[in-house]
């Protein structure tokens, strides 16, 4: 039978040299495969203590599910079975019930004097290929608690003893006692790969792709439909599409417009994301977003392929705790939205500027001027002034019917209206 794996290395001395071929051969010796009984996680794990408290997050309790290695171990590590992660850097913990593989390596103490070794492991073995889990049932401890009817070996089915069905339904325990809360979702779903991808998924539906143009092979996606094969693409998803489909071994692509929440980082790819305030009227497509806004209308979100940053999601927060956030473009800055749109400052001043354009409200090029309000008061105060003096002259003239009564009223106004000007000029709104 041929070899394969660590074993495959092993059985080569006659193309190694001797001292190579006896490390390998000493190699395989320190590496097995072992099933996760448990795992620190935190203060409330039973292992934390054990295992050191807060240096300890991360190590497991195994069984060995593979052969027997040679035990060259420190004392600490020879009674618990516990192992260390083997990349500290790279935090992919595996949950209880998951495999993985076991390998015996030199302590923080002399190892290369006392001899004495420890437990480390790699990431979970990929049972089931899911980034979901891999956890697989511990059938030989299951199987005490299993009646007779169901507890069948394959040589016994073979031989023709049937397994009676049962609608009693097994739980596979993830945590253990880690105090962790993972729990099982049938429809979580891998992201499809493209040909050079680098992808790294989350167990909940998050992922990160370092991707490409990818318009070959028959498998198409959202995000391919300008460019050149190969062009960059980083794609940030945490979360899925609810409207995803129950079979979670399915994979998926990235949908921008489904995802709760993603990021994109392209190149010279065309998004098809679907704006917030666009508008379709009945018999057409969506208008250009923005182009009631600005005189020179930025390419359409679903039509730009040059390099560019998304963010979608179902809200974004901005929030700067100790400078400024500022917002700097070569051509347009655009704030819309579907309701309101404020801005305000709690303590400075808010400043509406334009160098050499004008500043518009209301419309986008609106053509009607803004009454300068202090200039203008100088010159209806001084108005006001004339009228008043008039008034007082009529006021004394006895030949005109009523006119003495008249100039009085009107003085009154005019005295009101003087009286009442910090409430008419604005301490607020200033311009220039």
């Not at 794996?5 to 320190?30: I, R």
């Not at 921008?256 to 018999?283: C, E, F």
């Not at 203008?376 to 006021?395: I, M, P, V």
Request: proline share 4%.
């Amino acid at each position: 039978m041929a070899k394969t794996g660590v074993a495959y290395f092993g059985g080569s001395s006659s193309s190694l040299g001797g001292g190579a071929a006896e490390a390998l051969s000493n190699l395989t010796d320190m590496i097995t495969t072992a099933r996760v009984v448990d795992i620190n996680l935190n203060s409330n794990s039973a292992l934390f203590n054990k295992t050191g408290g807060w240096n300890g997050i991360g190590c497991i309790s195994f069984s060995t599910t593979g052969k027997a290695i040679n035990n060259k171990l420190s004392s600490t590590y020879n009674q618990l079975n516990i192992a260390l992660p083997l990349f500290p850097q790279s935090k992919t913990y595996p949950v209880v019930n998951e495999q993985v593989l076991i390998i015996q390596l030199p302590t923080t103490g002399q190892s290369q004097v006392t001899g004495d070794n420890a437990y480390y492991y790699f990431t979970p073995i990929a049972l089931w290929s899911s980034q979901h889990h891999n956890a697989y049932p511990d059938v030989y401890n299951q199987s005490n608690s299993v009646s007779p009817s169901q507890n069948k070996s394959y040589a016994e089915i073979n031989a023709g003893s049937t397994r009676k069905p049962t609608n009693t339904s097994t739980s596979l325990d993830f945590n253990g006692n880690s105090g962790g809360t993972f729990v099982e979702k049938s429809n979580i779903h891998p992201i499809l790969p493209f040909a050079g991808d680098n992808i790294l998924e989350g167990r909940f539906g998050n992922s990160i792709r370092l991707g490409n143009t990818s318009t070959a092979g028959g498998i198409k996606n959202n995000w391919s439909i300008s460019g050149e094969n190969g062009d960059p693409i980083t794609i940030l998803k945490n979360g899925q599409s609810s409207n995803v489909s129950s079979e979670g071994f399915l994979p998926i692509t990235e949908d921008i417009n489904t995802d709760p929440t993603s990021i994109y980082l392209t190149s010279t790819q065309q998004i098809p994301i679907d704006i917030a305030v666009a508008t379709t009227a009945a018999g057409q497509a969506s208008t250009v977003p923005f182009s009631d806004v600005v005189t020179n209308t930025p390419t359409s979100p679903r039509s730009y392929n040059k390099p560019q940053v998304i963010l979608n999601s179902g809200r974004l927060l901005f929030n700067s705790n100790i400078d400024s956030i500022m917002l700097s473009s070569k051509k347009s800055v655009i704030l819309q939205s579907v309701e309101d749109l404020g801005i305000k400052s709690s303590e400075g001043n808010v400043n509406i500027l334009s160098g050499k354009g004008v500043v518009s409200l209301g419309a986008k090029n609106s053509s009607q001027a803004v009454m300068l309000g202090d200039n203008f008061w100088f010159q209806f105060d001084t108005l006001l002034a004339s009228l008043e003096l008039l008034c007082k002259t009529l006021n004394k003239e006895s030949s005109i019917p009523m006119a003495a009564s008249q100039a009085l009223f009107t003085t009154d106004t005019i005295a009101k209206i003087r009286q009442n000007r910090e409430n008419v000029l604005s301490q607020k709104v200033k311009t220039s």
